[in-house]
């Protein structure tokens, strides 16, 4: 496992949308910037990494919606890391996942938050 400069926890899916779409400003800033970054998508946030799902989430200015902020982490460098367990208890499918999404264990989940740079936990 590479250690990451910027690891971002995510628990929420639409019912917080803020979480979502700064979640995913927050690592395109860091991508943009020149840092590694990788948002781990836990409990209801696994949906997000459905097709189609996050198109939806759109907060409104000055913020950008879900449909650009996440094609374009992806796009530019950022990892999409997707909890197996929680995709299991919430009935997302591996066939559902956007191109670029990793199906990742717990065990991943806890190295990855102790190997990090630097975090931040949305949830």
Known sequence: MSQTDLLITLT???RD?????IAFTMGGKALEKGH?????????????ASKGYADKIDIGEPFLPIKELLPAFLENGGKLKVC??????NGVKESDLLDG??????DYVV????DAKK????N
């Open 12 to 14: 929420a899916h639409e």
């Open 17 to 21: 949308s803020n979480n979502v779409t």
């Open 36 to 48: 590694s970054a990788e948002i781990l998508l836990l409990s209801d946030a696994v949906h997000l």
């Open 84 to 89: 197996s367990a929680c995709m299991k208890h």
């Open 101 to 106: 999404a990793e199906i990742v264990t717990a």
């Open 111 to 114: 190295e990855a938050v102790m």
């Open 119 to 122: 975090s931040l936990q949305l």
